[in-house]
């Protein structure tokens, strides 16, 4: 076994202080991103947010980027929200605080993973790469679900893992409740819960190492979390559904596969107002009137092209110095490959395994749009496994007695990792949602509308400022110009925003450059003086 280079050189009390200085190491650098790089809300972060203040105001469970009842988005983050609004005055920082507190906290059951399956100088050294990951950084500052999600299904992990080694009924109970609350926050945790059920029916067969009991205590304790929600989209889309995201999706998915361009899947509006696009639509009307809705579909998917995106994960992995390449993978295999594979750390990997599979599976059922955030829930799996390659690197200089110790090597393995965390580019651009001087003057812009007396609906191709105006939001549609402008004055638009940049329609570049020549429509605001980050106001007269 490789020895543990913390092993007898340190006393709990130093250790409990080294672990309390990296996590506070982690808090003053997820802080440091939210105060000076994150400059507005990102569009999911909106829909939760507008969620949490709609049911705070006992509206329901209605978001902001379409009109009814929220069934993609499952509520235990929106939940949080409304109690986190407690504490921070609005919503928006509510949902802030929530991400950060998530993001540190990540850290320990990270810690307890690592130390029960390779000892305390695994846990240390996990945590460190963890504190120091650009990308789990910026996620603890964004609004996006991963950083709660990731908190909880570390949890969950840690749970299972932990009544595997000690067999207690506590443990069961605890990870059931855990897998069940990430499942609240990310649906595509049932897959984990199904897989760690079936582990314990085949452990079960062992008649020694899960007792009827247990998987019960599991299985009953997810349930009893995930069950009001199972029954509130049942009850929405009128068939028994445990997940909303797929009605969506797969709808997308399948004009997709029908040989209609995404945006146009997303957005379309015909000429006669007909609203085609998946986003002009309510969830509940594709559930009950698309017949995509089905898991058939959603197997369609994943055989057509959706492995592309688990090739992309993979890929980014390998190349991508901000995740660490080249060292990430290759540490990763040879702490997973090295060490005794005793009969509890193989009942440990196997469930770090399924976890991975769960978000890897996951990435397979989309095809019409693809975000390097989705394979984001790896990391901390890849760090566990990268931190045990940097224990076993240790060991092999030991037992070669090599020139200098094994403590050096870790240390230079350490930093190595490091440094490409510091200095490798993020080249997904997946951040820009919520940082940039357009972002900055997106937040402005919507500061400005919200100043202003009365109702307001706004047309805009995201959320973010209607989000932060406090209005109503009606998707910019996808067609020609004089249609868009007609959709408008039907669906009621006082204003339309037109970003200097961003996402297009056919007719959005006209109106970049030439402004929207109607006699109905003035330009009631510019913010920003930079024409590449400009947000142009227009107010829409519905009276002419």
């Known amino acids: 076994m490789t020895p543990d280079p913390l092993a007898g050189r340190f006393p709990f009390e130093k250790r409990s202080i080294l672990l309390l200085a990296i996590l506070l190491v982690a808090l003053a650098l997820r802080l440091g991103w939210l105060t000076f790089f994150t400059e507005a809300i990102n569009g999911e972060g909106a829909e939760y947010a507008r969620i949490a203040e709609n049911l705070a105001a006992g509206r329901g469970y209605v978001g902001i980027a379409t009109e009814g009842r929220e069934l993609m988005l499952p509520p235990l983050y929106p939940a949080l929200i409304v109690a986190g609004s407690v504490l921070t005055g609005d919503f928006y920082h509510a949902a802030e605080l929530i991400c950060l507190a998530a993001g540190v906290l990540a850290l320990l059951p990270l810690f307890g993973v690592a130390r029960d399956l390779y000892g305390d100088g695994v846990a240390y050294l996990a945590v460190g790469v963890a504190a120091l990951h650009p990308v789990l950084i910026r996620l603890s500052a964004t609004t996006w679900s991963e950083s709660l999600y990731i ?36 649906p595509e945790a049932i897959l984990f819960a199904c897989m760690i059920v079936t582990l314990q029916f085949l452990l079960y067969q062992s008649r020694s190492l899960v007792s009827a009991r247990q998987v019960l205590l599991f299985a009953g304790a997810f349930v009893a979390v995930a069950a009001p929600y199972i029954v509130y989209l049942s009850v929405s889309t009128g068939e028994f559904r445990v997940e909303g995201k797929t009605i969506v999706n797969n709808e997308l998915g399948r004009r997709v596969l029908s040989g209609v361009e995404s945006e146009r899947a997303a957005y379309e509006v015909t000429e006669n107002l007909e609203e085609k696009g998946v986003w002009m639509r309510s969830n509940a009307d594709i559930a009950r009137s698309s017949g995509s809705a089905n898991y058939g579909m959603t197997a369609r998917l994943m055989l ?45 990997e196997l469930v770090l395994l399924l976890a991975a599979s769960g978000t890897l599976i996951t990435l397979t059922t989309l095809i019409h749009y693809s975000s390097a955030r989705f394979y984001f829930p790896l990391i901390p799996l890849l760090v566990l496994w990268a931190a045990k390659g940097i224990n076993e690197l240790m060991g092999l200089a030991l037992t070669r007695r090599l020139g200098f110790g094994g403590r050096a090597v870790g240390a230079l393995a350490f930093l190595a990792l490091a440094s490409l965390f510091a200095f490798g580019n993020d080249d997904t651009r997946v951040f820009e949602a919520d940082t940039g001087p357009l972002n900055r003057e997106i937040r402005s812009a919507g500061a400005w509308l919200a100043a202003l007396q009365g109702h307001k ?18 998707p910019m549609p996808y067609c020609d110009s004089r249609t868009a402008l007609r959709y408008a ?50 107010r829409l007269d519905k009276s002419n």
């Not at 969950?156 to 059931?176: P, T």
């Not at 200097?500 to 429509?521: D, F, K």
């Not at 003035?522 to 106001?537: E, N």
């Open 151 to 186: 908190a909880l299904a570390l949890s969950g992990i840690y749970w299972v893992n932990h009544a595997q080694l000690f067999f207690r009924d506590r443990s069961w109970l605890l990870a059931g409740a855990f897998v069940g609350l990430a499942y609240l926050t990310r």
């Open 457 to 474: 609906t706004i047309m805009d191709v995201g959320t973010t400022l209607a989000f932060h105006a406090g209005a109503k939001y009606v």
């Open 489 to 538: 004055e039907k669906k009621h638009v006082d204003f339309i925003v037109v970003r200097s940049r961003g996402s297009s329609r056919p007719y959005l570049q006209e109106w970049r450059t030439t402004a929207i020549h109607e006699h109905n429509v003035t330009l009631a605001h510019v913010s920003g003086s930079d024409p590449r980050d400009q947000v142009l106001i227009y």
């Open 304 to 348: 057509s092209s959706g492995t592309r995106n688990v090739v992309k994960a993979v890929k980014a992995f390998a190349t991508e110095p901000f995740l660490g390449a080249p060292l990430t993978l290759p540490l990763a295999l040879l702490g997973l490959i090295r060490g005794a594979w005793t009969p509890a750390r193989a009942r440990g």
